[in-house]
């Protein structure tokens, strides 16, 4: 089964925003982001504690600091998309996108290919570390940071039959 993939920056934004909310890596970072807030706050706390700031003053600052961590906390979705954005608006700018815009995908029975311009991707289904299924994509990670990303769009009728034909081939060689 060969399929034409066609990426753009969109399909790429979506893939690091599920990469951030849906693997270890991407968790721990997100939670890092969100708990930055947080602990300074309380670091600014702790030290006008010491500095012998009276209390109103530290209670002040703590309602204060309260209402900013939990604005941090609701917009920090939107800060990252809009991080990842620039990020891919600059290596776009520099010629190193990190996705190959088209390429063509190759569901072969020991391993899958992928062929762009910039070369070939060989992976064996025993060496897929993950599936994942969203409304729109299949992403399929072959390592911690790697992953073929298909869009449902390009497998047309057969988005089942592949998704379906991965997780077979996968479960049967997991054993080996």
């Known amino acids: ?3 034409k993939i066609r990426l753009n920056d969109e399909d790429y934004l979506r ?5 951030a909310n849906h ?11 969100r708990i930055l807030c947080p602990l ?11 500095a012998g700031a009276e209390d109103k003053l530290i209670v002040g600052e703590a309602i204060i600091l309260s209402i900013l961590t939990v604005i941090w906390c609701i917009f920090t979705p939107n800060i990252m998309e ?12 520099d010629g190193k996108l990190t996705y190959h815009a088209d390429a063509e995908i190759e569901f072969q029975d020991s391993m899958i290919v992928e062929r762009s311009e910039q070369g070939e991707i060989h992976v064996k289904y025993k ?4 599936i ?4 729109d994509y299949l992403y399929i990670f072959y390592n911690v940071t790697h992953a073929f990303l298909i869009p449902y769009h390009c497998l047309g009728e057969d988005k089942e039959r592949v998704t379906e034909y991965v ?3 996968n479960k049967l060689t997991e054993g080996d």
């Open 23 to 33: 693997t270890k890596a991407g968790k721990r970072q997100t939670n890092m982001i």
């Open 167 to 169: 997780m077979k081939k």
């Open 132 to 135: 994942y299924q969203e409304k």
């Open 1 to 3: 089964m060969k399929y």
């Open 82 to 93: 809009r991080n990842i954005r620039k990020n891919i608006s600059r290596l776009k700018a």
């Open 127 to 130: 060496d897929i570390e993950n």
């Open 40 to 50: 300074c706050a309380a670091l600014v706390i702790m030290i006008l504690r010491i």
């Open 15 to 19: 893939f690091n925003i599920f990469y």
